[in-house]
T-cell receptor, first 119, second 111 residues
């Protein structure tokens, strides 16, 4: 399977602990996105990478959230000092770069998500 | 800022009947519009998109959507619903590199 994979699928943690999620995008894609989805809501944009460069991170919810994509391949999303309000599904998506591939118009390919429960 | 609205939290339809899931958008230029579907315990899947050209676009699983510029709408349609179409549907619009999603509409198809 060459789709987007995320790990772990489910994480239960106690308030105050740090958690890290990993995303492996489709290998040909150079764009990678993180979204957060809470119950009854659509995905909320968090951050975006083009290759290894993080081009937009203003939507990361607080300075407790950080994301990396060190070699332009997989990415990690870390949440420090978790709070109960961080409980959500964290989604990763990847896509082609429309500039590099003019036939592509930016549809996203999502992983199955990492569900975080903070007790 | 660009946005999409899905006015219905849930749509109920009988199997075999046509279905419509509504979406309206607000954009500052020409919109790139998308529909995605989310099945239980699965990631979001791309269904179809409108970029330019024909107002009626066809996508996966027999779905289609009609772009209406004057009404700023992009409703998702299917002529004959299946029970397996029951899922959560999201309308989305791109703003540069960012895709913005609506709150979602749950479609329930009854046998």
């Amino acid at each position: 399977d060459t789709g987007v994979s995320q790990d772990p699928r489910h994480k239960i943690t106690k308030r105050g602990q740090n958690v890290t999620f990993r995303c492996d995008p489709i290998s040909e894609h150079n764009r990678l996105y993180w979204y957060r989805q809470t119950l009854g809501q659509g995905p909320e944009f968090l951050t975006y990478f083009q290759n290894e460069a993080q081009l937009e991170k203003s939507r990361l919810l607080s300075n407790r959230f950080s994301a990396e994509r060190p070699k332009g391949s997989f990415s990690t999303l870390e949440i420090q000092r978790t709070e109960q309000g961080d409980s959500a599904m964290y989604l990763c998506a990847s896509s082609f770069d429309p500039i590099r591939d003019s036939s592509n118009t930016g549809e996203l390919f999502f992983g199955e998500g990492s569900r975080l429960t903070v007790l | 800022a660009q946005s999409v609205a899905q006015p219905e939290d849930q749509v109920n339809v009988a199997e075999g009947n046509p279905l419509t899931v509504k979406c309206t958008y607000s954009v500052s230029g020409n919109p790139y519009l998308f529909w995605y579907v989310q099945y239980p315990n699965r990631g979001l899947q791309f269904l179809l998109k409108y970029i330019t050209g024909d107002n009626l676009v066809k996508g996966s699983y027999g779905f289609e959507a009609e772009f209406n510029k004057s009404q700023t709408s992009f409703h998702l349609k299917k002529p004959s619903a299946l029970v397996s179409d029951s899922a959560l549907y999201f309308c989305a619009v791109t703003e540069g590199f960012k895709t913005i999603f609506g709150a979602g509409t749950r479609l329930f198809v009854k046998a």
